[in-house]
């Protein structure tokens, strides 16, 4: 099975920035597309964004578009969060998603493999 480990959240104020990282294990990750997710409590688990496999091409929610940047590095079987500009609302565990398939998708159910999250924390 494929394993991916979230790490890089923590606890800010509104404003600052934090870079999520998401270790996937296996060699087919380039071939995967990548997302991520993100559920505040009591919340549905929403979209945030996803980026394809073997290309550039990345895809938003609304709410985080012009302040949020998904990136992969191959090399290093890893997928990154970019989060600048952080609103309270933004505060959720955060879960990066591997699809065995190269497309990028906003769907939960449209991915296969799910990492643990990791909580990230914005106060006003």
């Known amino acids: 099975q494929v394993q991916l480990v979230e790490s890089g959240g923590g606890s800010v104020q509104a404003g600052v920035s934090l870079r999520l990282s998401c270790a996937v294990s296996?060699?087919?990750?380039?071939?995967?597309?990548m997302g991520w997710f993100r559920r505040a409590p009591g919340k549905e688990r929403e979209f945030v964004a996803a980026?394809?496999?073997?290309?550039?091409?990345?895809y938003y929610a609304a709410s985080v578009k012009g302040r949020f940047t998904i990136s992969r590095d191959d090399a290093k079987n890893t997928v990154y969060l970019q989060m600048n500009s952080l609103k309270p609302e933004d505060t959720a565990v955060y879960y990066c998603?591997?699809?065995?398939?190269?497309?990028?998708?906003?769907?939960?159910?449209?991915?296969?493999?799910w990492g643990q999250g990791t909580q990230v924390t914005v106060s006003s």
């Open positions: 296996g060699r087919a990750f380039s071939s995967y597309g």
């Open positions: 980026i394809r496999g073997r290309g550039d091409i990345t």
């Open positions: 998603a591997a699809r065995i398939a190269a497309w990028p998708s906003s769907e939960s159910a449209d991915y296969n493999y």
